[in-house]
């Protein structure tokens, strides 16, 4: 039988698995620019704080799955909720992300894997002051991405009086409850570019604007944007455990291969040993001793290799 044929076998075959298994590696290509962020600062919504929303559609033809890096104010923490969908109007489901502090800065990062093309961060910022009746916040977005189309929203709390923006956002129709909603295209911005604004409103008790739609339609009142918890939709990219089984079956074949081949140089000697070279015994007949110092003679020899003496009568 000829061993060599399942070792060549497997030598055609491994070359092709291993390089497969590389090249179904799930890229995470780091994006730089998104085709829309839509910006959403909702003051005293459901906490006395501003829940800042960030909504970034990535341009198409973006490679999944895709890391997006982004900065929050570090006093907000970690971020109340990271998500994905195919789209703005899908459902959402939950982002693997992480959150690290930038060392001597006001600034977090979170970087984000998703696998699809509508990224969703939301945040609340401690730095909105309710004390007072006189309410101010200044959000500033530091330019992490490039951006064709930037859009703010500035959604007051139900009973804010003389809200105002800086730069000024036109009111754009009615929010949940009526309540009216400032928003406004501020068009691309490079990457780098930072933007600011100011907003300010005077409001002189401390129900959110969650309780009073509750009172006012409990059935209707949304809550803030959470995402599900069901596992991502398969995108366009393979699944992240497919390498590892692909590995995991290289190695198992190298290591098959290895021991058959142990194998193989193993049995071949047994089966082709020569037969022992070693010299026969002397029958006990056949052996003589020098008579003048014992010691025992080599076969054919007439003098005593030993002294020399002759062994047979002259």
């Known amino acids: 039988m000829n061993r060599r044929g399942p070792v060549l076998w497997l030598v055609l075959w491994l070359a092709p698995l291993l390089v497969f298994g590389l090249a179904a590696r799930p890229r995470q290509d780091r994006v730089t620019r998104a085709q829309q962020v839509w910006v959403s600062l909702w003051p005293e919504y459901d906490r006395p704080a501003m829940l800042v929303i960030y909504r970034i559609t990535l341009p198409q033809g973006t490679a999944l799955p895709a890391q997006v890096s982004l900065r929050i104010p570090q006093r907000a923490g970690q971020p109340y909720a990271v998500a994905s969908a195919p789209s703005i109007n899908d459902t959402l489901v939950n982002a693997e992300h992480t959150y690290e502090p930038a060392t ?9 894997t998703t696998q699809h093309p509508y990224l969703q961060v939301e945040y609340y910022d401690p730095a909105l002051e309710t004390d007072e009746p006189q309410r101010t916040y200044t959000f500033e977005w530091p330019g992490d991405l490039a951006v064709d189309e930037f859009i703010v929203e500035f959604l ?25 909603v400032y928003q406004k295209n501020f068009g691309s911005l490079d990457q780098g570019v930072a ?3 100011t907003l300010s409103y005077t409001k002189d008790d401390a129900t959110l604007t969650i309780e009073h ?3 006012a339609a409990p059935a209707q009142a949304p809550g803030p944007e ?4 069901e596992p991502p939709a398969p995108g366009r990219s393979w699944p992240a455990w497919l390498p590892w089984v692909l590995v995991a079956l290289g190695s198992g074949l190298v ?3 290895l021991f058959h081949l142990w194998r193989e140089r193993q049995a071949r000697p047994r089966a082709a040993r020569p037969a022992s070279r070693k010299p026969k015994k002397r029958p006990k007949a056949e052996i003589r001793y ?9 076969p054919g020899a007439r003098y005593c290799h030993r002294c020399g003496a002759p062994l ?3």
């Open 104 to 112: 001597g800065s006001a600034w977090a990062w979170v970087h984000v």
């Open 156 to 180: 007051p709390p139900w009973n804010a009086q003389n809200p105002k923006t800086e730069p000024a956002l036109p009111q754009q129709g009615a929010g949940p409850g009526g309540i009216p």
């Open 195 to 197: 933007f600011t604004l």
């Open 213 to 215: 739609l509750q009172q």
């Open 226 to 229: 959470v995402p599900a918890v």
């Open 255 to 257: 290591a098959f291969g």
């Open 290 to 298: 020098c008579p003048s110092c014992g010691a025992e003679t080599l």
């Open 312 to 314: 047979y009568p002259s």
